[in-house]
């Protein structure tokens, strides 16, 4: 069936590091896929999607490149900040429309 | 336009005690969607509306129930509430978009339940 594997976390950088959250999934087809992003306390909110081939989303200094070939939609930043912390999720589309999330991928930035 | 609305926020109940959540959204959005998140363990779908009138299972729905009252409302029901449903609770919504192929979902900001 259609998964998602994200890199495991948590992830911990010093602010202004470079991030990179590796996802790589499993669909049928040609899934959309989408980043959301979950503040503490908080409900899940859309980051970024891509929604063919070589598509790259971006959003608030966040980038993914929807890479077919390797079925990958790995998440970066070049410069991160502390209010970046929180958890992120993967998610592609499957053929019904429904989103499949990875395990999420605690993010903590210290000053 | 306040989005997803979710209550409770929090709920506390007894093994073998009821209760529904609910969830409604004014979007005018035609799908809806219940989530429960588990540490480790990401979103995983209990049920699903596609539209008013029809409720498909998801990967969980084992336990639940659900009603799609209207177009706006979608509530989910625990009949006997065990410990094992004690979980963050997320309700969603989506429009396709005219010949778009992908459906973004908008999330409430969820009900945190523990069954003891």
């Known amino acids: 069936g259609d998964s998602v594997t994200q890199m495991e976390g948590p992830v911990t950088l010093s602010e202004e590091a470079f991030l990179t959250i590796n996802c790589t999934y499993t669909?049928?087809?040609?899934?959309?896929l989408f980043w959301y992003v979950q503040y503490p306390g908080e409900g899940l909110q859309l980051l970024l999607k891509?929604?063919?081939?070589?598509d790259k989303g971006s959003n608030k200094g966040f980038e993914a490149t929807y890479r077919k070939e390797t079925t990958s939609f790995h998440l970066e930043k070049g410069s991160v900040q502390v209010s970046d912390s929180a958890v992120y999720f993967c998610?592609?589309?499957?053929?019904?429309?429904?989103?499949?999330f990875g395990q999420g991928t605690e993010l903590s930035v210290k000053p | 336009n306040a989005g997803v609305t979710q209550t409770p926020k929090f709920q506390v109940l007894k093994t073998g005690q009821s209760m529904t959540l609910q969830c409604a959204q004014d979007?005018?959005?035609?799908?809806m969607y219940w989530y429960r998140q588990d540490p480790g363990m990401g979103l995983r779908l209990i049920y699903y509306?596609?539209?008013?009138?029809?409720?498909d299972k998801g990967e969980v729905p084992n336990g639940y129930n659900v009603s799609r009252l209207n177009k706006r409302e979608f509530s989910l029901r625990l009949e006997s509430a065990a410990p094992s449903q004690t979980s963050v609770y997320f309700c969603?919504?989506?429009?396709?978009?005219?010949?778009?192929?992908?459906?973004?979902?908008?999330f409430g900001p969820g009900t945190r339940l523990t069954v003891t």
């Open positions: 509306s596609a539209s008013e009138g029809t409720t």
């Open positions: 979007m005018n959005h035609n799908s």
């Open positions: 891509a929604t063919k081939a070589d």
């Open positions: 669909a049928t087809g040609y899934p959309s």
């Open positions: 969603a919504s989506s429009v396709q978009l005219q010949g778009a192929a992908f459906y973004e979902q908008y």
């Open positions: 998610a592609p589309s499957n053929q019904g429309g429904k989103l499949i």
